[in-house]
């Protein structure tokens, strides 16, 4: 298990590979999850050494890291080159499911076309918006905004390419017309090549692994991802393992949510405290890949809930760390 563990925490970078930049990190993971983008943020300072919080922040002004609903409908974090063909494998397992999610909020499929071309006009007319002034935008024309509606409105547009996740307002993300702010889409590769891409991507940055590990990752088919590790059979693997320092996680690191069963780094007995249910999974210490507690950042200072018989002087260096690039975020 040790082995198959320091294989994995390798290939995720946890090592944090001499001279590797940020932009070099996001597409070796090709999808960071970030739905709560300090999270985000703090995955990356794991693997890149000297990072800033405001670095991240300026590749997502620039839009050369985009933000997007992609693998299993979540917000994953992307380089920009990335997006549109990960966009077109992803989306259309998503489309039937958002649709049921506004009936159930009260959103018909006639007001939830009418909201789609509310939100491209706004975006096109008036340039990145937030999710509270679309939300105006498109409750002024008669539209239900109300629940958890705006937010899968926006996911629809989102999902037929037409809005994407921009530059920050503040602290939080506005939402920008993809074929500004990305440029003129490129025709995507034909679905058995997206396969065989993200198959072989995935690997480079999650292998050892199955299929069955990459179906539950990217949220597709087994059979998709079946068919995207046959064409890449035989190609060549990636690196050795490496010694994993010891590391402070953010909640929904990708080394914690990239394999179906992750019990290579989580004890069993454990497994409640790192990932309590609800969809949660909690910042994690690990050491060599192992996790043996939980963190917290309160007031600026990080304080460790340790499960595991660990030294918390191992963790010392990696907690001023993650003080350091709370205070490297710009002021909003």
């Known amino acids: 298990m040790s082995a198959l563990r320091r294989a994995r925490a390798t290939a995720q970078l946890l090592q944090r590979p001499p001279g590797l930049g940020m932009h070099d990190a996001v597409r070796r993971l090709l999808a960071v999850q970030a739905q709560d983008l300090r999270s985000a943020r703090l ?38 080159d990335d997006y549109a063909w990960l966009l077109a494998l992803t989306a259309p397992g998503r489309l039937t499911a958002n649709a049921r999610r506004l009936r159930q909020e009260g959103v018909s499929p006639d007001d939830a076309d009418r909201a789609v071309g509310i939100i491209e006009r706004a975006l096109a007319d008036e340039g990145p918006l937030t999710r509270a002034e679309l939300a105006e935008r498109v409750a002024a024309r008669g539209v239900r905004t109300e ?22 307002r503040g602290d939080v993300q506005a939402f920008a017309l993809a074929r500004d702010w990305l440029g003129a889409a490129r025709t995507p590769p034909d679905r058995d090549a997206a396969l065989a891409e993200l198959a072989r991507r995935y690997l480079a940055a999650h ?14 088919p087994l059979r998709d991802a079946r068919a995207g590790l046959r064409a890449i059979a035989g190609e060549p693997a990636d690196g050795a393992p ?39 999974l909690r910042a994690t210490a690990t050491i ?22 660990a030294d918390p002087l191992a963790l010392a260096a990696e907690a001023r760390e993650v003080e350091r690039f709370a205070t490297s975020a710009r002021p909003s």
């Open 147 to 168: 629940g958890q509606a705006m937010p899968h409105l926006l996911m629809l547009a989102a999902l037929r390419g037409i809005a994407v996740l921009g530059p920050l």
């Open 43 to 80: 995955a990356l300072r794991t693997r890149v050494a000297g990072l800033a919080a405001a670095d991240v922040d300026a590749s997502l002004d620039d839009a050369s890291l985009v933000v997007g609903w992609l693998n299993r409908g979540t917000l994953h974090l992307v380089a920009a």
């Open 207 to 220: 292998a050892p692994a199955d299929a069955a590990d990459l179906a539950a990752w990217a949220g597709l």
């Open 242 to 280: 490496r010694p994993i320092p010891a590391r402070l996680l953010p909640a929904f690191d990708p080394y914690l949510l990239g394999w179906k069963d992750r019990s290579f780094a989580v004890p069993a007995a454990y497994a409640k405290r790192v990932h309590p249910g609800g969809g949660m």
């Open 288 to 309: 060599d890949g192992l996790a043996v507690g939980t963190w917290t950042l309160r007031r600026g200072k990080v304080a460790l809930d340790l499960f595991a018989d």
